[in-house]
């Protein structure tokens, strides 16, 4: 994840995001928020900014699970080794 897709503190509480939205995709939250407001939640409307949003989710979990992946087999190797 580039840190371009993280917002300021600053900016996400004037955006009111949730804090348990405040994550490494959270710069794309608030204008799909925005978005969604302004188009008053219309499904066909916003698509863009939505899949933007949802790959960068996608991109973060599958960065989480690799991590997760590497430390796990460290950890074998290491119970292998002792």
Same mark, same amino acid.
């Given at each position: 994840?580039?840190?371009?897709?993280?917002?300021?503190?600053?900016?996400?509480?004037?955006?009111?995001?949730?804090?348990?939205?405040?994550?490494? =995709?959270?710069?794309?939250?608030?204008?799909?928020?925005? =978005?969604?407001?302004?188009?008053?939640?219309?499904?066909?409307? =916003?698509?863009?900014?939505?899949?933007?949003?949802?790959? =960068?989710?996608?991109?973060?979990?599958?960065?989480?699970?690799?991590?997760?992946?590497?430390?796990?087999?460290?950890?074998?190797?290491?119970?292998?080794?002792?």
């Amino acid at each position: 994840m580039t840190s371009s897709h993280v917002a300021s503190q600053e900016e996400l509480k004037a955006a009111k995001v949730p804090v348990s939205w405040r994550d490494q =995709c959270s710069a794309l939250l608030i204008p799909l928020n925005v =978005c969604r407001r302004q188009s008053y939640y219309l499904p066909w409307e =916003c698509e863009n900014e939505r899949h933007s949003y949802e790959k =960068c989710q996608y991109d973060d979990m599958m960065r989480r699970m690799r991590k997760m992946a590497k430390l796990k087999l460290q950890q074998a190797e290491e119970l292998e080794d002792a």
